[in-house]
Each structure stands twice: as structure tokens, then as C-alpha cells.
T-cell receptor, first 116, second 111 residues
Framework: GAVVSQHPSWVICKSGTSVKIECRSL??????MFWYRQFPKQSLMLMAT?????????EQGVEKDKFLINHASLTLSTLTVTSAHPEDSSFYIC????????????FGNGTRLTVT | GESVGLHLPTLSVQEGDNSIINCAYS??????FIWYKQESGKGPQFIID?????DKRQGQRVTVLLNKTVKHLSLQIAATQPGDSAVYFC??????????FGTGTSLTVIP
């Protein structure tokens, strides 16, 4: 159980275009979803927290107008990288948790974004 | 964000030996801790968790120890196997709010 599906697994886009990444909880209701970014050989950096039906809370230094997060349902959250630039190239990982307090985070398999 | 760090960025062990991966955290209010395993190109995989009212928890071949006095967390892997080679992260949270991750330790198992 507790499967999180992320799509696409990789994407290459041109500079200036926008890319949408989807994160779905397949067998549970994800009241909260988290978006992380990971550079090679580094840890996961929390970008934002989204709760179903409300606006996402962004971590300090993360541009909310650049990284648009939508959590429209209990099973789907999306991250849109707007006007992507090469420095946005990274590994983006979503995670989700159910409504029970202190349940573990379940992660998707990440999306490798390359901006050319 | 919170500061969660690891003492050893890399660790090499012989197959069959036990592995110990350490993690220090800075938020004394954190009450829930998780160890994750991440293989190359994949998302983190849950290994084991522990709550702050416990100091030890065991799973299959893995044990997590929590020392709240010194804010230290460790993951012990018994009889390490080649399939255990990966990067291991600890994560902490306070009452289920944001989860913050440590630096990570790369474990290499030598056959």
C-alpha cells in the first residue's frame, strides 16, 4: 500500500517553456503533499508543502511564481516549473502522507528535469 | 528549515558485516524520525521510523536507535548485503509538519 506515482519520470524542455509534473497517491488519500528538489549527490531540499484545497506553503527562497503548486484533490498535486531555465534542471520528488498524524512520507520516483 | 546532519558522508562495508549510519538533528522538539533508502535515480524508500517516546525500534535486519539527550539517531543494518548499497537519509519532523532531511550517507557494500 501507500503508493505514490509521479509523472513524467524524465523530461527535457527548452529554456523559457513550462513543465508540469504530476504526483498522485494511488491507494490512499493524501491530505498533504510535499515537493522536494534534489541536486546530484545532495540531500532533498523541501520546496513547498501543499494541503488539499488550500494554497501551498513555500520554503524560504523558493519562488512561488516560478514553481506553481496545485493540490486540487486528495490524490493529485501538480508542480509547474514556469519559464524554465537551465538552472532549474534538477531531480524533483514529490511525497505524500495520509491524514493520520505522523504517518511516514511516501515518495514518488522523482522527475528528472533537463532544461536546454 | 531545520538542520539535520550526518556524520559520515560515505561508508564502505564488507558483505555480511553490520553497518551503522549516524545522524544528528538540531530540533529538540522533533518527535518523529524516519530513515529512508534512496537508490540512484529513484525516490526515497521508507525503511524504519521511530517516535520520540522510544529509544529503539527493530525491523527486519534494521534497528534504529534514538538518543534524545544528544539528539542523535542511528541506523544499524545487520548482515549487510550488496542490495543495501544506496544513499541513506534520516528525516525529522515535529508533530507531522514539514519533514527535513539530513545530508545523506552513501553506503557501499563490498562483495
Amino acid at each position: 500500500g501507500a503508493v505514490v506515482s509521479q509523472h513524467p519520470s524524465w523530461v527535457i524542455c527548452k529554456s523559457g517553456t513550462s513543465v508540469k509534473i504530476e504526483c498522485r497517491s494511488l491507494d490512499f488519500q493524501a491530505t498533504t503533499m510535499f515537493w522536494y528538489r534534489q541536486f546530484p549527490k545532495q540531500s532533498l531540499m523541501l520546496m513547498a508543502t501543499s494541503n488539499e484545497g488550500s494554497k501551498a506553503t513555500y520554503e524560504q527562497g523558493v519562488e512561488k511564481d516560478k514553481f506553481l503548486i496545485n493540490h486540487a484533490s486528495l490524490t493529485l498535486s501538480t508542480l509547474t516549473v514556469t519559464s524554465a531555465h537551465p538552472e532549474d534542471s534538477s531531480f524533483y520528488i514529490c511525497s505524500a502522507r495520509g491524514r493520520w498524524d505522523n504517518s511516514p512520507l511516501h515518495f514518488g520516483n522523482g522527475t528528472r528535469l533537463t532544461v536546454t | 528549515g531545520e538542520s539535520v546532519g550526518l556524520h559520515l558522508p560515505t561508508l564502505s562495508v564488507q558483505e555480511g558485516d553490520n553497518s551503522i549510519i549516524n545522524c544528528a538533528y538540531s530540533n529538540s522538539a522533533s518527535d518523529y524520525f524516519i530513515w529512508y533508502k534512496q537508490e540512484s535515480g529513484k525516490g526515497p524508500q521508507f525503511i524504519i521510523d521511530i517516535r520520540s517516546n522510544m529509544d529503539k525500534r527493530q525491523g527486519q535486519r534494521v534497528t534504529v536507535l534514538l538518543n534524545k539527550t544528544v539528539k542523535h539517531l542511528s541506523l544499524q543494518i545487520a548482515a549487510t548485503q550488496p542490495g543495501d548499497s544506496a544513499v541513506y537519509f534520516c528525516a525529522e519532523t515535529n508533530t507531522g509538519n514539514q519533514f527535513y532531511f539530513g545530508t545523506g550517507t552513501s553506503l557501499t557494500v563490498i562483495p
